[in-house]
């Protein structure tokens, strides 16, 4: 009898003990989940009615069907903003190549 009374007693601190573990954590994520909900939903309206100049630019490459058709745009854009060739851009070529876009 003592053996029996004293499975029980042990199973049910240790069930007991396994769901506050379960809950605390449960409670943690929710708390992490809304505080990130929060931040998101911040973020996105602080910027909503913000425009930049290259919008119009990350609009058409994100309307490319596929990747590779959005990776030679931005390949073409390379070489023509590169004005010496050299395979790299400098801030003046960059600032050069923005401005002389037809849609910024």
Do not use: W
Request: net charge negative; charged share 20%.
């Amino acid at each position: 009898f003592f053996f029996v009374s004293f499975m029980l007693l042990i199973s049910m601190v240790v069930v007991n003990a396994v769901m506050a573990l379960l809950l605390d954590e449960f409670l943690h994520a929710t708390a992490a989940y809304k505080e990130n909900k929060a931040l998101n939903e911040f973020g996105r309206s602080q910027f909503e009615d913000l425009t930049f100049c290259l919008d119009p630019l990350l609009k058409m490459l994100a309307t490319e069907p596929s990747v590779y058709a959005c990776t030679e745009k931005i390949r073409l854009l390379y070489r023509a903003m590169d004005v010496d060739g050299g395979g790299s851009l400098d801030f003046e070529e960059l600032k050069l190549g923005l401005l002389t876009l037809p849609f910024v």
